[in-house]
């Protein structure tokens, strides 16, 4: 999985598979995590967000779940799709103004 | 849907030169972001706005300054552009502070810095 510092992971899935999207975080009085994603040439877009009271959120197709004891965050995305090849980055906050972010893990969903 | 819009996707400039990133929002968001992207280091944050007039240093904040002189409009300055500049600039912005909501991200600009 991804955390700071780390050259950039690669995953690769079959179309409609499902895919586990893995981060580790160093900080555990982060409180506060979000999910972006990044496709080519554009912004990072938010897909989901978990605070550390929940170990599991549901989106449409993503779930994100929480692991406090072992400092790690996933991503799960349902039945993935070509639309969802991007660079899928966490975030986490650990009560400074500013959000942390991982290198990133690229996601290519091969037809 | 909030739009966060910056002004150029690709700049190429000299060094030396002083360069100016504009980034737009339209959502009356409180606060603004600028980050750096670079390969292999994710986003890296250069300066924030809470409020207009009003700015904080992020982690990496030399060689850049920045201007909040309306709350839609968020400046960043490299005073005289270095290669090491050479970068992905994103913008973003955000209703309440980073601990409580998501940032919305314009869609960057590639700076060259020759």
């Known amino acids: 999985g991804e955390s700071v510092g780390l050259h950039l992971p690669t995953l690769s899935v079959q179309e409609g598979d499902n895919s586990i999207i893995n981060c580790a975080y160093s900080?555990?009085?982060?409180?506060?995590f979000i999910w972006y994603k990044q496709e080519s040439g554009k912004g990072p877009q938010f897909i989901i967000d978990?605070?550390?009271?929940?170990d599991k959120r549901q989106g449409q197709r993503v779930t994100v779940l929480l692991n406090k004891t072992v400092k790690h965050l996933s991503l799960q995305i349902a039945a993935t799709q070509p639309g969802d090849s991007a660079v899928y980055f966490c975030?986490?906050?650990?009560?400074?103004?500013?959000?942390?972010f991982g290198t990133g893990t690229r996601l290519t969903v091969i037809p | 849907d909030v739009k966060v819009t910056q002004s150029s996707r690709y700049l190429v400039k000299r060094t030396g030169e002083k360069v100016f990133l504009e980034c737009v929002q339209d959502?009356?968001?409180?606060?603004m972001f600028w980050y750096r992207q670079d390969p292999g280091l994710g986003l890296r944050l250069i300066y924030f706005?809470?409020?207009?007039?009003?700015?904080e240093k992020g982690d990496i904040p030399e060689g850049y300054s920045v201007s909040r002189e309306k709350k839609e409009r968020f400046s960043l300055i490299l005073e005289s552009a270095s290669t090491n500049q050479t970068s992905m600039y994103l913008c973003?912005?955000?209703?309440?502070?980073?601990?409580?909501?998501?940032?919305?991200f314009g869609s960057g600009t590639q700076l060259s810095v020759l």
């Open positions: 973003a912005s955000s209703l309440l502070g980073p601990r409580d909501e998501k940032l919305f």
């Open positions: 706005s809470y409020d207009v007039k009003m700015k």
């Open positions: 900080n555990s009085a982060s409180d506060y």
């Open positions: 975030a986490e906050n650990a009560g400074a103004n500013n959000l942390f």
């Open positions: 959502m009356d968001h409180e606060n």
């Open positions: 978990i605070r550390s009271n929940m």
